[in-house]
């Protein structure tokens, strides 16, 4: 993964950690002082978005556990691979686009970041500038002809 993306999972952490949790344990226990717990839907619904801050806490704690920054000095640009930025053309449309190989954890269409694992990535990884590739997608067979590499 990026430095950029560990950043930003580390600062989502720390939100939650020490914004989220606090607020809702603060809701339970104003739920817990208004008497009978077993028909109060206040403290029920705010011991589920405990258990859902949990779970994701759990979850960010797990993938930065796990997670290992990219080097970007270290990566070549001929071929494409983890965190390159490759601009194609597809050959039945004629349309361009641009889009940056990232992590799962960082993928995002709107910033043009598409997951490793997903089928296109996976038909460009290791390809280089002038290459076609054949991409197999939900809408059929798409052709891509490859017009640059940066990192």
Known sequence: MSQEGYDRLVAELKELENVELPRVRE??????????????FEYHAAKRE???LLG????????????RVVDMK??????IGLLSR???????NGQRMTYTIAS????NLREAKISIKSPVAQALLGKRVGD?????????VQRLRIESISL
Do not use: C, W, Y
Not at 56 to 67: G, P, T
Not at 74 to 79: E, T
Not at 132 to 140: F, N, Q, Y
């Open 86 to 92: 490759v601009e194609m053309t597809n050959l039945d």
């Open 104 to 107: 799962p954890h960082e993928a």
């Open 132 to 140: 076609v590739v054949e991409v197999k997608v939900p809408a059929g």
């Open 27 to 40: 809701a339970i226990a104003e739920a817990r002082d208004k008497g009978d717990l077993s028909e109060n």
């Open 74 to 79: 270290r990566l070549g640009g001929d071929a």
């Open 50 to 52: 405990q258990a859902r």
């Open 56 to 67: 994701r806490i759990r979850f960010k704690q797990r993938v930065l556990e796990f997670a």
